[in-house]
């Protein structure tokens, strides 16, 4: 059960709507389509701003790509460089160490001896208890 009000209009009333809305409707058809076409002109400005950022972006990447590309290259024909010549350093180095190294090996020798006679010492005095400064506590005298 719905209650239904049916608004009558006169026949004034009537004809003042039509003409109203007789005289909007084309203003809105025009208001809509002019909304219509700068939606869009915005939407083609965003899609042809961001095609040019992702652009830019991309030549950025580019750029910054091969100059990683050249850097990596340096660094690596550096390393082959010193690779190369690393046979030669060891030879100059085993010519040069001459009678030094088995001098540097017996100092080093001598140096591990006195620090383990020096640790051998310090540990067997720590494990030796001290005599106590008082009196025994217990008469010692030998049994029988």
């Known amino acids: 059960m719905s209650s239904e009000t049916v608004v009558r209009l006169t026949p004034s009333q009537r004809l003042g709507r039509g003409l109203k809305y007789s005289a909007v409707g084309p ?6 389509a002019v909304g219509v076409g700068l939606g869009s002109v915005r939407s083609s400005a965003a899609w042809v ?3 040019y950022r992702r652009g830019q972006v991309a030549r950025q990447l580019k750029a910054d790509l091969a100059s990683a590309q050249e850097a990596v290259a340096a660094e690596i024909s550096a390393a082959h460089e010193v690779v190369a010549n690393l046979p030669e350093a ?3 180095a085993r ?7 088995p001098l540097v ?6 140096a591990v001896l006195a620090g383990g006679a020096a640790t051998f010492a310090i540990i067997r005095r720590a494990s ?16 029988p």
Request: glycine share 12%; hydrophobic share 30%.
């Open 128 to 143: 030796q208890p001290e005599p106590s400064p008082l009196p025994p506590s217990v008469e010692i005298a030998p049994k």
């Open 105 to 110: 090996l017996a100092g080093i020798g001598v």
């Open 27 to 32: 203003v809105d058809v025009t208001r809509g």
């Open 49 to 51: 701003a961001n095609r």
């Open 90 to 92: 060891l030879e100059k």
């Open 95 to 101: 010519r040069s160490r001459g009678r030094r190294g």
